[in-house]
């Protein structure tokens, strides 16, 4: 069985608030011919394609069918992952450790601008006997949520403002960001009410894109990268699915994911081995309780972390330097795509004017969105 598993290429598209100039296949197959060109190969060396694929996200009625012409996976395997792209990471890397496949490729993309109603999309993912015909919206749920972190004492509100401010700034120098933006605390704090405490400014506003990855056993990486960046964990986790019996506070599913990732990666102190970090801050307290499920802040300490700079991009522990989801824009099942994506370009040392120094460690962090727990953690070094 091989050991670990190689990043031979990555490809993306520009993330956008509307993409009327291409269809969703036009973005899958922008990625690919990326991807592809900076491995070195072309569909026919491929072991294996899997396609991350929720008709609900699409818009389109069974969407991965789509998906073998644009990855060129015609009469190859194919398999699809209605979840998300971390998810669909995880399923790849296992069909290399078998040892029976050396070169698999990861699909995920987003056309949120295609879905109409995406609020009424995302109400199906509540409970339809006990909570559906409620007919509440996912931001009445991340209210509750927020007000429940902040009553605890876990933050301030002024900490969680602080994320969309920091974060919005970042993604100003990310080429492929949406939403960059020089916002203050008081145009957070005082945006439009959504569900209070959550104001407009705390959420992150939707996008387009595609991310298409190469995975290699480490048989082939020489030949097809010089640099390649190795995946030394990955982890899945589900909790409650019922709003009735989930624990309200911590994230409990990003902590099982995190556990599962750090044993397999071998490490015992997050806080002291990972160098930088991409979570999914959906929400602007979702990043605060995240950093704590990952175990890189104490309860309580990730929101003073953030107040004091040390999750900026100059601080010990930068965080979502890519601008994350409220700078880069939220893309459904194709967010922690995006993070892994920006990891692999922070340990190849691309990440141009928001490169981080010395980055050796990186972690990538995804969550399946309001009304779920459902996450998914990958650990990357450069050697």
Not at 58 to 79: F, T
Not at 343 to 363: F, H, K, N, S, T
Request: net charge negative.
């Amino acid at each position: 069985m091989q050991e670990k598993v190689a990043v031979a290429g990555i490809g993306f598209t520009r993330f956008a608030p509307v993409t009327p100039d291409v269809s969703y296949r036009e973005l899958t197959y922008e990625a690919a011919v990326k991807a592809y060109e900076e491995a070195g190969i072309e569909p026919k060396d491929v072991d294996s394609f899997i396609c991350t694929s929720e008709d609900f996200l699409e818009g389109y009625s069974i969407a991965d069918e789509y998906c073998n012409d644009q990855l060129g996976a015609v009469l190859k395997p194919v398999q699809s992952i209605t979840g998300e792209f971390l998810q669909s990471l995880a399923v790849g890397v296992m069909h290399i450790l078998t040892g029976r496949f050396d070169i698999v490729v990861v699909q995920a993309m987003s056309k949120a601008s295609n879905v109409k109603t995406i609020s009424e999309m995302m109400n199906f993912a509540f409970d339809p006997v006990l909570n559906r015909p409620l007919d509440l919206t996912p931001w009445f749920v991340a209210g509750l949520e927020m007000r429940r972190f902040l009553a605890e004492g876990r933050a301030t509100r002024e900490q969680c403002a602080a994320v969309v401010v920091k974060n919005r700034g970042n993604a100003l120098l990310n080429p492929s960001a949406a939403y960059g933006a020089r916002l203050t605390l008081e145009q957070v704090l005082y945006s439009e009410p959504l569900a209070e405490p959550v104001r407009t400014l705390d959420v992150a506003q939707h996008a387009d894109g595609a991310v298409v990855v190469v995975l290699c056993s480490p048989k082939v990486a020489p030949s097809l990268t010089d640099k390649p960046v190795w995946i030394r964990g990955i982890g899945w986790a589900s909790e409650s699915p019922t709003l009735e019996s989930r624990d309200w506070t911590d994230a409990i599913s990003v902590r099982l994911a995190a556990d599962m990732a750090y044993r397999m990666a071998g490490i015992t102190c997050p806080a002291k081995e990972i160098d930088f970090a991409e979570v999914n801050d959906e929400i602007s307290f979702k990043e605060l309780q995240h950093l704590e499920a990952l175990r890189l802040f104490a309860e309580g300490q990730a929101g003073w972390a953030t107040e004091n700079g040390v999750t900026s991009l100059e601080g010990d522990l930068p965080v979502n330097p890519s601008g994350g989801d409220l700078g880069v824009g939220h893309l459904f099942e194709c967010s922690g795509a995006q993070k892994f994506v920006e990891v692999v370009l922070q340990l190849r040392g691309e990440a141009g004017p928001r490169q981080i120094p010395d980055a050796g460690v990186g972690l990538a962090q995804s969550w399946r969105g309001i009304p779920t727990t459902t996450a998914a953690v990958a650990v990357l070094s450069a050697d």
